[in-house]
């Protein structure tokens, strides 16, 4: 069993517990005690204990979304750029057909890597972290010698989309890591 089912199976055994021991100790309690007065008292702090526990349970939920939403946007804002950047080398000419390959190999194996058929221990970011590919890219694109001035213009947007990609990476890394 997971901790989570285990923590679970506490909570579930104490609550439970708790209540039988409250039922128990009802017939201990003097008859002031049971009054309408001290039943409202009562009645009044439980619904304060659970409004303050509903807030930080809404809380807390809200901040996973928010994170996860802005996971997901990185995620498909790369994508997009990849997308774009196989266009762009596609556009400079048939010499950048080795780095569109080497491009399209290494998305597909990095999302094989994170999201693969079998699951795995590894950390995901982790996985991001040792990726290197654009990286790679980057060091081909400064090896091309353009000829054109169409070609250095298309030149200057890959490398400007290869390092929207490579920051939107380390982005990705450091927040994941706080």
Request: proline share 2%; aromatic share 4%; net charge neutral.
């Amino acid at each position: 069993m997971g901790s989570s089912q285990v923590i679970a199976l506490i909570t579930v055994a104490c609550v439970f517990g708790g209540a039988l021991l409250g039922l128990w100790l009802q017939r201990l309690l003097p008859k002031h005690h049971l009054s309408e007065d001290a039943k409202d008292v009562i009645k009044l702090g439980a619904g304060v204990i659970a409004t303050i526990t509903a807030l930080v349970l809404g809380l807390l939920v809200s901040s996973a979304k928010g994170t996860f939403d802005g996971a997901s946007a990185r995620i498909v804002q790369t994508g997009t750029n990849i997308i774009i950047l196989d266009g762009l080398l596609k556009r400079y000419g048939p010499e950048t057909a080795g780095i569109r390959e080497k491009v399209r190999a290494q998305a597909g194996a990095t999302i094989h890597r994170i999201w693969p058929s079998e699951r795995t221990s590894e950390s995901k970011v982790a996985i991001i972290e040792r990726q290197d590919m654009i990286e790679v890219v980057q060091g081909h694109l400064r090896e091309l010698t353009p000829a054109t001035d169409a070609q250095r213009k298309v030149l200057a947007e890959a490398e400007q989309v290869a390092g929207d990609i490579a920051r939107t990476r380390w982005m990705f890394v450091e927040e994941s890591q706080n």
